[in-house]
T-cell receptor, first 116, second 113 residues
Framework: DAGVIQSPRHEVTEMGQEVTLRCKPI?????LFWYRQTMMRGLELLIY????????DSGMPEDRFSAKMPNASFSTLKIQPSEPRDSAVYFC??????????????FGSGTRLTVV | DQQVKQNSPSLSVQEGRISILNCDYT??????FLWYKKYPAEGPTFLIS?????DKNEDGRFTVFLNKSAKHLSLHIVPSQPGDSAVYFC????????????FGSGTQLTVLP
């Protein structure tokens, strides 16, 4: 299995532009999570899906952020319009609710977003 | 309100010595805990976990201790190796909350050769 795949690895955009981050979870995993890592807050949960349905989006900072999971193998996180304070590393993770709790999530390699 | 706290942003240890990373939590509903390791430009990877029914779990050089009354857990690495240099995240979850994990802010461990 290739693991959780995120694209792009790096994104540099100008303030006000739309940014779309993509994630392909591990096949068979039915939960998907979007996290943001910053120096100040560490790993923050933005939103998570279970069986493609958004369960908790209370971590989404503003209406500028939106996430979709149209099918079990693909999710997007969109920021429109982007702002410099959105600059961070965004991680996608997936897990199987049928599995052991001992192994938590599998993370992707992240997308480093820079908004200038 | 941070439910999982790692109060030390960084730690330096000499190679061969013990590394002790600490984590505190506030939510008494958490019943399992995990440690993740993160190298630069990579995603966090699972390292070791412990259920609240235990107070210790060991895997090779890594041991996690849980003190439920103090709401505290720690990760011990013995002996520390330069390849252990990474950011370590503590995470906690509740089996009643659909596997949602809450992470601490991380501790940067540097093992000096």
């Amino acid at each position: 299995d290739a693991g959780v795949i995120q694209s792009p690895r790096h994104e540099v955009t100008e303030m006000g532009q739309e940014v779309t981050l993509r994630c392909k979870p591990i096949s068979g995993h039915n939960s998907l999570f979007w996290y943001r890592q910053t120096m100040m807050r560490g790993l923050e949960l933005l939103i998570y899906f279970n069986n493609n349905v958004p369960i908790d989006d209370s971590g989404m900072p503003e209406d500028r952020f939106s996430a979709k999971m149209p099918n079990a193998s693909f999710s997007t996180l969109k920021i429109q319009p982007s702002e410099p304070r959105d600059s961070a590393v965004y991680f996608c993770a997936s897990s199987s609710t049928g599995g052991s709790t001992n192994y938590g999530y599998t993370f992707g390699s992240g997308t480093r977003l820079t908004v200038v | 309100d941070q439910q999982v706290k790692q109060n030390s942003p960084s730690l330096s240890v000499q190679e061969g010595r013990i590394s002790i990373l600490n984590c505190d939590y506030t939510n008494s509903m958490f019943d399992y805990f995990l440690w993740y390791k993160k190298y630069p430009a990579e995603g966090p990877t699972f390292l070791i976990s412990i259920s609240s029914i235990k107070d210790k779990n060991e895997d090779g050089r890594f041991t996690v201790f849980l003190n439920k009354s103090a709401k505290h857990l720690s990760l011990h690495i013995v002996p520390s190796q330069p390849g252990d240099s990474a950011v370590y995240f503590c995470a906690a979850g509740s089996t009643g909350s659909a596997r949602q994990l809450t992470f601490g802010s991380g501790t940067q461990l540097t093992v000096l050769p």
